[in-house]
């Protein structure tokens, strides 16, 4: 029995790590698809994101008004037009996630959690920054190229304090309030 214990940890600790070496390698595959989305909004370039979505993606905006889009082209269509709205008036944005839950199942992983948008006006305009939040899922697949795409993304409203009170998982994407704040930072 003395024996048996320690050949049992031994055996379990060969059979965990390697899942667990597999979980780490995938969350930081997927949380890398997080920071091209939040330089892609600072910098207000839409290109990088196009790169994020597969050709078959489908978008669910948050207003209430608003059809699913469908396609890469017509995704990144749309959030050009956005940013184009944002460029015009010489502002910034800043959008930040706390990723609360990942499902991996095969080739899809599936995110759960909150983002927080910040605009942040021209200093001419005197009008102060603004903040909004929401929650969201979003749907990744591995790609025959082996990269991970977009596939569907989906958000809605919620209050700013959902995203701060949110906790961070072990491995899993979430920004730091002090990041978010330096979306003030003066234009070029």
């Known amino acids: 029995m003395k024996l048996l214990i320690p050949t049992l940890a031994l055996m379990f600790s060969v059979l965990v790590t390697p899942v667990r070496a597999s979980t780490d390698s995938l969350n930081q595959e997927i949380n890398e698809l997080y920071d091209t989305f939040v330089e892609s909004y600072f910098a207000l370039d839409p290109e990088p994101l196009e790169s994020l979505y597969s050709p078959d993606a489908c978008l669910m905006g ?110 899993l994407y979430f920004s730091n309030p002090s990041e978010i704040m330096q979306a003030e930072l003066p234009k070029k």
């Not at 959008?95 to 080739?107: K, N, P, S, T, Y």
């Not at 979003?138 to 906790?167: C, H, T």
């Open 62 to 171: 948050v207003s209430d008004e608003s059809e699913f889009i469908r396609g890469r082209e017509a995704i990144t269509k749309a959030i050009n037009k956005w940013f184009e709205k944002v460029r015009k008036r010489d502002a910034t944005i800043k959008i930040d996630f706390r990723v609360i839950e990942r499902q991996h199942e095969g080739a899809v992983v599936t995110d759960a959690g909150y983002y927080l948008i910040r605009y942040t006006p021209n200093q001419a305009s005197e009008q102060p920054s603004s903040e909004f939040a929401g929650k969201f899922v979003m749907s990744f697949k591995r790609g025959a190229d082996g990269n991970w795409y977009i596939f569907m993304d989906s958000a809605n409203r919620s209050k700013p304090e959902l995203f701060y009170a949110a906790s961070a998982e072990p491995g």
